[in-house]
């Protein structure tokens, strides 16, 4: 895993849950994107579960923390801009997932007490489909819609594709459907389908898929639906969203219903009694999985009654009255052959271990993830080893260890490389945190220059939030930079240059060359923290680049301190001395006064350094006292530490980008390193030789929420949270994804959880988005 995620997290500083949060989401962003849209991922189930359980983690100790681009607030991935969007008349929210034994007996407990139950609950258990999820509108019994999931709030218009599948009729049969309702389940493949399709594309030299989940969601995601018809795909019915009357009292009558009305349902679903049913249910699934002929990754849990699940309501993005069971990974042994390093877009250098093909619960493996240079020096793991492999999610797997007695006496020890694979050979570094303490990762310091990360950077830079330029998505970035046409984002304004070329392509025509070159010409003019947040600079998202954006105004102005920042960064001791828990800036700043001034004691020797340090500088406080004395054991060790720290500190404009709101140390130190390197600087100046950045907008003053914190929580029905977010900004709010005893204000749409009881805790006041925009005049 990234960066130092094996310190537990009661031992993480706020300095390192902030960068750890901030690399996680961007991280768990980039797993949603290749999974949810690209249909290409690259990473266990189980290696994206620890991610994402990691976050959790580390934001239940930091709940202040919490920030709006959470992964604990996001269901899958935003939609793909190649289909029209569809706004799910209910948000279609994803489950918690469970393990163990344990987990289910946890969650039947946990239904219980909110119930105030004494006896057994009733639950159905269901197959937990490896699929696509996809919503089907019904109105008077005809089929009108269909879209994928998407984000949870808004999909992807499929229904033309959606058409063309057999277990999904156009219009229902038999009796008793509301007039409209939306009926929700998983588009899947059948493993001998799955086989055939790959063997076919193999063998007329097109894309293969990893495993089924990718190829029915690569079908459904055609942009011709010719080509969907042309692949088996199936569906099973499992779900409901939008209804305009009720049908059924009990989940097991309501898939009875949908079976009644022409669906497909899974038949080894069965409605069980208490925790003995829940486990003898995952029991008779597991025996199942082999047999069934299609991927089942584990078994859904659901309180059978409605009702209960209408009182059990949602938590965050997650119902209280399910959860998924997920099966354990599957294992083998096979042999090392080779390792390869891949680069990613934030220059993380990746091993992937090159194995000798192995069948692993029905799909043949060749590629394994080795994490990074620790993992591999952890397992010792060499080329030629036999190694214990484990596949958890049926997409790339792990080697959790190798077996000794059978290494060669050859093998030797792998040296992980210095230098970039990419042709420039790139110097290789360690990350390091806050504190300057190194980590597990491995990054190229090319950035742009680095071809490996180019693509992925150019993607970034013209990604919705950034640059949002129409018609330049992965295909056209692969295409044009093939041809040595992009090899930075000022390129992108230059391709107007290349129009006779482009319109020899094939599928440019003149149309949509024409609106490709306005698409690009309409962002020559982009708002500062757009610029800033397009450069791809690690550690500086949205919510950051918007403070810079204030606190700045203008692109020269950023760009001037940020250049003078890379030479004025603190050094380690600096760095770790500002990092101490129990030394806040007040303690550090008396330790460089005393560092300064080194005035002459007469302490007697005997004493204590706590005592020591007590009489030298008197402005510290116990807990700082403590905390010196436990890091540096004795007076002559502080003293020494405390002049280095003294000249090491960081210059003003360093200070100044770290002092700005929610910047921060971290972020600082990874602007001053993006603008340290040569060729950066060239590329943010190239850059701004094409475009006119717009100052930033200072939020207003003199509004009704100037000043207040705000939170939103639920579904908002007349704008996105993204928008109102803005809107609040603009006017001079501060936005926060959590409630504390200092948030002012709860905006609360349906569908509203666990933020509303904390809202009761603090006495927050919490108001409708009606009410809402009312207040602001809207």
């Not at 058409?163 to 939306?182: A, F, M, N, Q, V």
């Not at 990613?344 to 000798?356: H, N």
């Not at 310091?445 to 680095?450: I, L, R, T, V, Y």
């Not at 943010?684 to 000043?707: C, H, M, N, Q």
Request: overall charge negative; aromatic content about 8%.
């Amino acid at each position: 895993m990234d960066s130092a995620r094996t310190k537990p997290i009661d031992q993480l500083t706020e300095a390192e849950a902030v960068q750890e949060l901030t690399a996680l989401a961007d991280e768990i962003a980039a797993h949603d994107i290749r999974y949810y849209q690209e249909d290409a991922p690259t990473v266990s189930d189980a290696d994206y579960d620890a991610l994402k359980q990691r976050n959790a983690a580390v934001e239940q100790r930091f709940p202040h923390l919490v920030r709006d681009n959470s992964p604990s607030l996001r269901v899958g991935a935003a939609r793909s801009e190649q289909f029209a969007p569809v706004e799910h008349g209910v948000p279609m929210l994803s489950l918690d997932n469970a393990f163990s034994d344990e987990d289910a007996l946890e969650f039947d407990a946990r239904v219980k007490r909110f119930l105030r139950l004494d006896g057994e609950v009733a639950y159905t258990a269901e197959p937990k489909i490896d699929g696509l999820s996809a919503s089907v509108l019904y109105r008077d019994g005809r089929l009108v819609r269909a879209a994928t999931r998407g984000d949870g709030r808004v999909g992807e218009d499929v229904t033309e594709n959606i058409r063309t599948i057999g277990d999904i009729p156009h219009k229902l049969s038999g009796s008793g459907w509301p007039s409209e309702i939306e009926i929700r389940g998983e588009v899947y493949l059948g493993a001998e389908e799955f086989a055939a399709l790959n063997a076919a594309a193999e063998a007329a030299g097109q894309r293969t898929y990893a495993n089924p989940r990718n190829a029915a969601a690569g079908s459904l995601r055609q942009i011709d639906s010719k080509i969907t018809a042309q692949r088996p795909l199936r569906f099973f019915a499992y779900a409901w969203g939008l209804f305009s009357t009720p049908f059924a009292e009990t989940q097991w009558e309501a898939l009875q219903m949908l079976k009644a009305w022409g669906f497909q349902v899974t038949p080894q679903s069965r409605r069980v009694e208490g925790v003995e049913g829940l486990l003898e249910a995952y029991r008779y699934m597991e025996a199942e999985r082999p047999k069934l002929g299609f991927d089942i990754d584990g078994v859904v849990y659901k309180v059978d009654r409605l009702d209960w699940q209408q009182r059990l309501g949602f938590v965050s993005r997650a119902p209280r009255w399910g959860i998924a069971r997920k099966f354990p990974a599957q294992q083998a042994r096979t042999v090392l052959e080779a390792i390869d390093i891949q680069v990613g877009r934030t220059g993380a250098l990746t091993p992937v271990a090159r194995l000798q093909p192995v069948t692993v619960g029905g799909v043949v493996v060749t590629n394994a993830t080795l994490h990074n240079a620790d993992e591999i020096a952890r397992l010792d793991v060499r080329i030629g080893d036999t190694v214990i492999l484990q596949r958890a999610g049926d997409v790339i797997p792990q080697i959790l260890s190798i077996i000794p007695e059978e290494r060669p006496a050859d093998a030797e020890p792998y040296d992980f490389p210095h230098l970039c694979p990419c042709p420039l050979k790139t110097e290789v570094v360690r990350e390091t945190t806050a504190s300057g303490a190194e980590t597990v990762v491995r990054r190229c310091s090319g950035e742009f220059a680095c071809p490996f990360q180019k693509l992925a950077h150019l993607r970034h830079f013209v990604s919705r939030r950034a640059f949002d330029i129409e018609g330049l998505g992965e295909k056209q970035l692969t295409l044009f930079s093939e041809r040595g046409w992009l090899n930075s984002p000022a390129d992108i304004f230059r391709l107007h240059e290349k129009r006779d070329e482009l319109l020899a392509l094939d599928r440019f025509g003149e149309t949509s060359v024409r609106n490709l070159l306005d698409g690009i010409e309409a962002r020559r003019e982009i708002a500062l923290e757009r610029f800033v947040y397009g450069l791809g600079i690690r550690h500086v998202g949205e919510t950051t680049s918007l403070a810079l954006a204030r606190h700045f105004e203008t692109a020269e102005a950023f760009v001037a301190t940020a250049r003078a920042a890379a030479d004025q960064t603190a050094g380690s001791l600096y760095a770790e001395l500002s990092d101490l828990e129990g030394l806040g800036p007040t303690a550090l700043a008396a330790v460089l006064d005393f560092a300064r001034s080194r005035p002459a004691l007469l302490i007697p020797a005997s004493a204590s350094l706590e005592e020591h340090l007590r009489l030298a500088i008197p402005r510290l406080n116990a807990r700082a006292r403590t905390a010196l004395a436990e890091r540096f054991g004795d007076w002559a060790s502080f003293e020494a530490a405390a002049a280095q720290a003294l000249a090491q500190t960081p210059g003003e404009a360093f200070q100044e980008l770290a002092s700005i709101g929610t910047v921060g140390v971290v972020a600082a130190r990874m602007i001053a390193a993006f603008f340290a390197e040569d060729h950066n600087r060239a590329m943010v100046d190239s850059l701004l030789g094409e475009l006119r950045v717009i100052p930033a907008e200072k939020p207003k003053s003199d509004t009704a929420v100037a000043g207040k914190t705000v939170v939103f929580t639920g579904a908002l029905e007349r704008m996105t949270r993204d928008e109102a977010k803005a809107q609040a900004e603009r006017l001079g709010a501060k936005v926060s994804g959590s409630v504390s005893k200092k948030t002012d204000l709860v905006v609360a749409g349906p569908g509203a959880g666990s933020k509303l009881k904390d809202a009761e805790k603090h006495g927050v006041q919490v108001i409708s988005e009606e009410e809402w925009l009312a207040l602001i005049g809207g």
